[in-house]
């Protein structure tokens, strides 16, 4: 599968953003689909994920409450609603899939779309 990210912006403090992520080829109800993001000099952290077969979601701490990952099976898309974004939201977001499931280490994830960049601004 190929992915494709976009949406990305800047944005002030406060602000929504909506990233999407377009996948062509078939996704397998047993993958796990998820969005990381990497700020510069940091490694890449999970930020969420979703079972593609049954939609259960997890959250890193520090985006739980703010941020929501659902998906479009219909239009092979996962999404990432951001809301309340925070300075230290600032990265670049890349959605990956992993297709031996649940995980939130990147070292698995076996596709990545291109990633798409958040400013967000104080």
């Known amino acids: 599968v190929q992915l494709q990210a976009s949406g990305g912006g800047l944005v002030q403090a406060g602000g929504s953003l909506r990233l999407s992520c377009a996948a062509f080829?078939?996704?397998?109800?047993?993958?796990?689909m998820a969005w990381f993001r990497q700020a510069p000099g940091k490694e890449r952290e999970f930020v969420a994920g979703?079972?593609?077969?049954?939609?259960?979601?997890y959250y890193a701490d520090s985006v739980k409450g703010r941020f929501t990952i659902s998906r479009d099976k219909a239009k092979n898309t996962v999404y990432l609603q951001m809301n309340s974004l925070k300075p230290e939201d600032t990265a670049v977001y890349y959605c990956?899939?992993?297709?031996?499931?649940?995980?939130?280490?990147?070292?698995?994830?076996?596709?990545w779309g291109q990633g798409t960049l958040v400013t967000v601004s104080s």
């Open positions: 080829g078939r996704i397998f109800s047993s993958s796990f």
């Open positions: 979703i079972w593609w077969g049954d939609g259960r979601t």
């Open positions: 990956g899939q992993d297709r031996q499931g649940y995980s939130r280490s990147p070292a698995t994830f076996d596709a």
